[in-house]
């Protein structure tokens, strides 16, 4: 399964890895393959957990809207 047919996590799931991912960098003692891998990850996740948060944004911008407009 490649990381384009897996579901995406949810905020939380994506966060906590990604809290992870910087934690095993900080720490050190990887290999640079084992860096990169982990920054692509951590790339990936950082996304995931920008999309929810412009996901949430949309929704609170409808919803203050739909509020205006009564």
């Known amino acids: ?9 949810s905020y939380e799931e994506a966060r906590a890895e990604l809290v992870e991912v ?8 990887t290999t640079l393959e084992e860096s990169l891998a ?14 929810w948060i412009d996901g949430a944004r949309e929704r609170l911008e409808a919803v203050l809207a739909e509020g205006d407009e009564d």
């Open 1 to 9: 399964m490649t990381d384009e047919t897996a579901e995406k996590p």
């Open 38 to 51: 982990l920054w692509e990850r951590g790339e990936r996740l950082a996304t995931v957990c920008q999309e």
């Open 22 to 29: 910087v934690r095993q960098l900080e720490a050190g003692g």
